[in-house]
Every structure is written in structure tokens, then in C-alpha cells.
């Protein structure tokens, strides 16, 4: 990693933390966020800051992005002043952000046809996965491109895995977030209905979250409800995109998913009421207020 | 343990284990079952056999029930030949069987008037817990009718814990329930997903399976799925049961529960093809079929 040149598109919670961890492994990071004022944290340890995501593709051969929307992705790797522009043959441009598969795939053509490389690869962990150098990394894209980044994702992340081509990177994240929708809505409900019975939510996660119905959402976002502890770990905004794109994904596949549906509309209704900068638990409330509580 | 005589009704898959735990921890057993074959394995093994519940309860001041549903629970403790028709006084009797909390409270409240004690005690963990005495049991009554009952519980189960008053086990079982319900629909509506996606989802169970999505439901019955495992650990058409006890008691409680209901519906249409007898992962047949898969 020492001495190693890398780009850096995306300043957030998320991008700061990542980029924080290859610079303290010894990377020189050159960076570009819309907003600049985000940047400043990473620019005091040393980052270059760059004024367009081409700029920052002509200084080095590996660059990274992690934005917000699937528009965001489109922009900063295929737009005006886009990766794409700057980057020099042979680079390749890993996009973290959690996208649509479809986009990866194009990314990854558009890539081709400039003798560029592309790899999808979300992200799972939070904050603290960042922070801590410990997310899940699910890739998307040809072996030999993804063995060159592997060094740099260990630095990021601890369960790494290329999944296939490309967007299977994109199409894992998918699955995983189609896994909490449910289980979200199996938790708000199970804790409400232990409530309203007059149970101790928290002397029932004691005993429900050690068995057969344990989860890392019971027993993580279920002990911060019964706190009253709404704040985010992953915003509801980004949760309604992500299960939005997996709904497109499974139109698209002509699959029918009615768990995924149902909780997507909670969390639409949890936008409706005005919670969408809540932490995804925060569909607890949309529960209560159904319930007159 | 040593010497004391313990009655026990229900010799089913559950039942026989526990009882010959107790058996083992060196309890004398006196038995019965509606089907005398399946209580012969206990039988071998010293307990002694009685024609009726009520007989049980003639022998012992300590009688343990665990059968299939709630209509089952009132014959053996309420019904003619029951076991109130023969306990003594100051008896206690500890239904173990998934039932209504509201018939937990009726059979505490008869139990009163008889100067009899009753614990409801439901317990989650299914056959391979009850074999190796690591149950989890919810329990709800009296403190110190719970406590005298406690030393064995401990040889069942491994997290137990008195959850309040009568109901109080059956209520905490229902949110155990409630939260397995919807955490199934994500399971296999995002195997789903991934296997149209052309994913390897043994591959995404590895890497879903350890952060933000983990649940013991993906990483036990999802591994199950995909290598076509739909024996039963818990059966459909008991998940079936215990879920319709919770809509009723949402419903009595005024409480909406529209992840469980649409659970529960999926569940209803499993038996209706004839899946009642799988295990709960069997649902993954369901969405396949529905999917034309």
C-alpha cells in the first residue's frame, strides 16, 4: 500500500472512514466530494483535493467511489467531468456506492471500450464497519481486476467475496437488504405485540434474541427502540432506495417479492411522516402511530 | 432431583426428550399419552405408565404438560380425566405446550379455586434443544410457584426466565413467533433473488449471513434451503397454529400485524400444497411455485 497513488470520490460518513483507513495504511489519497467542506477532514491528513472526478482519475490508477443515488454513480463515473474523462488506460474504477446492477454492468462496458477496468462493490457494516476497517465488500466484475484491488479492500473490510460478473456485486448487497426489510418488519412487530401485552421488550429480547428467532437486528436496532434510540446507524432514506432498486431488479426479473413490497411501503410511509433522516428502526414509530400508541 | 416423582403428559417428539432428561437427572416418571407406542421408549426406560392424566397427577404434585394444540391443553388439564380431576392440593401443574395465553390464564385461575398452582412454560428450540436440555423457556405465573419449578427447568432448557404473571410465557412465545415470521419471508424471498440474480447463494449466505442481515434463520434454514433439506426441525403446520394464537391475540389487543398476517398467509397456502408436514423453510416452495420456478 505504501506510496501507492489513489482517487477518492465521495466524502460521507461512509467515504471519509474508508479513505481514512487506506491513508493510514500509507495510500496518497487525491479526493473530490461535491460538497468540498466534507472533504476538509481527509485534506488536513494529507489528501489532495482535486476539483472534478476527472481530475482526480488523471493522478492515479485505482480510484474509488462512493456516493449517494444511482444518478450520483452515473454522474461522477460516466458524466461531464466524470472518471471517465480523466482516467488514464489500464485504471480501474471501483464504484462502492450500493447502485443499480444494471448501471454497474454499463459502467462496466463503458470501461471496456476505453481499455479501463470496473468493479461493483458494495458495502455492509454502517459507520462503524467503516470506521473499523470491518464491512462486508461484495463484488461484481472479472477475477484478475478484482485480485489487483483485493490488498485495498482488506484494508476496508474483513468478508470480502467476488460474487460474479458484473453487478454481482450489486445484486448481493440486493439480497442482503431484502433480508433486513423483512426481518425489520418481524422485529418492530414482535416487540410491539410484546408491549402491548404488558411483557418487558427488553426481558423479551433477552430470551427471543438467543434462539431460532435471533437476529443481529433484534438484538442490535430491537434493544435501540426499546431505548428509544431512533438515530442512524443506516437512514431510512437510503434504506427506501436501496429496497426500491431491488424492487426494479425483481420487476426486471419478473419475480415477485411481497414481504419486500410490503415493508417497502412502511418505509415509503415513514418518509410520509416525516422520518426518513431516522435510522431504518425508526419504522418502529409508522407501527405505533397504525397502532394509536 | 434424585428420588422426587414428576408427571408427565405428552410423549412426542419434544416431550420425550425433556421428560427423559428429567428421567436422567434422576426424577421418577410417571406417564401418560394419548398414543401409549410413543410413550414405550420412556416406558423402557422406568417411567411408569397411567391410563389417564388424572391418574398422573394421583402420583405426583409436580405434572408436566406438553401437547399439539390448545383443544389438546384443556382435555389433559381441564377435561373429564384431566389432570385437575386428580392433582392434590398444592400441586403444581407446568403446561409446556405453545398454547392461548388467555387459556393460560383460565387454567391458572381454575388451578387457584383447586388450591392447585399453574406455570405456562412454553419453550423454543426445537427437537435438537429438547434432546440436549438447551431450551429456551418463557414462563409466566407466580414467582414462587416458578421457583420451586425452576430446578427443573434447568435440566430442560438453558435460558429461562419468568416473564410475569399467567399468559406471561405464552405472550413472550408469541413474539418469539411473530419475529420468526417475517424473518422466514425475507429469507427466502432474498435466496429467491439471488438465484434468479444467477448469484451462488450459498456464496451470499457467506457473506449475508455474518453482518447487518444475520439471523439464525438465514444461516441454519437458509444453508437448508438451497441443499433441498425441508425436514422438519418445526413443522408448518405447528408454525401454522401458533401463528393464527398471535393474530388473535393482535386482534383482541386492537393490534394490526400486517407482516405476520401476510407470513401467515403464505403459510396457509403451503398447507393448502400439501407442504404441512415440512419444516418452516418449506415456505421457499411456495415462492417458487409462485415464481413459476
Redo the contacts between chains.
Keep these: 500500500m505504501k506510496g501507492t497513488s489513489i482517487g477518492w470520490i465521495g466524502t460521507g460518513v461512509m467515504g471519509t472512514s474508508m479513505c481514512m483507513n487506506l491513508m493510514n495504511a500509507g495510500s496518497r489519497a487525491f479526493v473530490h466530494n461535491r460538497t468540498r467542506a466534507r472533504a476538509e477532514p481527509l485534506i488536513e491528513k494529507g489528501a489532495v483535493w482535486c476539483e472534478s472526478a476527472a481530475e482526480v482519475a488523471q493522478h492515479c490508477g485505482m480510484i474509488f467511489t462512493i456516493v449517494g443515488y444511482p444518478s450520483d454513480v452515473e454522474q461522477v463515473i460516466l458524466g461531464e467531468k466524470g472518471v471517465m474523462q480523466g482516467a488514464k488506460p489500464g485504471s480501474v474504477i471501483i464504484d462502492m456506492t450500493t447502485s443499480e ?1 444494471a448501471l454497474a454492468k454499463r459502467i462496466y462496458e463503458c470501461a471496456k471500450q476505453k481499455r479501463l477496468h470496473a468493479i461493483d462493490a458494495p458495502v ?3 459507520d462503524i ?1 467503516a470506521r473499523q476497517g470491518t464491512l ?1 465488500i ?1 463484488a461484481g466484475g472479472d477475477r484478475e481486476v478484482f485480485d489487483r484491488v483485493l490488498p485495498y479492500f482488506k484494508i476496508m473490510g474483513e ?1 470480502i ?1 467476488l ?2 460478473g458484473p453487478g ?1 456485486g450489486q ?2 448487497k ?10 425489520m ?3 418492530v ?6 408491549v ?5 421488550p427488553d ?2 429480547i ?3 434474541g ?9 438484538n ?1 436496532l430491537g434493544r435501540r427502540i426499546v431505548k428509544g434510540d431512533f438515530e442512524p446507524g ?1 437512514f431510512i432514506k437510503h434504506f427506501i432506495k436501496d429496497m426500491g432498486i ?1 424492487l426494479d ?2 420487476k426486471r ?8 413490497a ?2 417497502h411501503q ?1 418505509y415509503v410511509s415513514a418518509k410520509a411522516l416525516g422520518y426518513e433522516n431516522l435510522g431504518t428502526q425508526g419504522i418502529y414509530k409508522v407501527f405505533e402511530r ?2 394509536g400508541l
Design positions: 446492477p455492509s457494516g454502517g464497519g462486508a461484495m468478508n467475496a460474487m460474479g454481482a445484486h448481493t440486493m439480497s442482503n437488504q431484502i433480508l433486513i426489510a423483512s426481518t418488519i418481524g422485529v412487530e414482535s416487540l410491539l405485540y410484546a402491548k401485552a404488558g411483557l418487558d426481558e423479551v433477552d430470551v427471543i438467543k434462539g431460532a428467532a435471533s437476529s443481529w437486528s433484534i442490535n443506516f431491488a431488479e425483481a426479473m419478473n419475480l415477485t417479492l411481497p414481504g419486500l410490503l415493508a412502511f397504525m397502532n
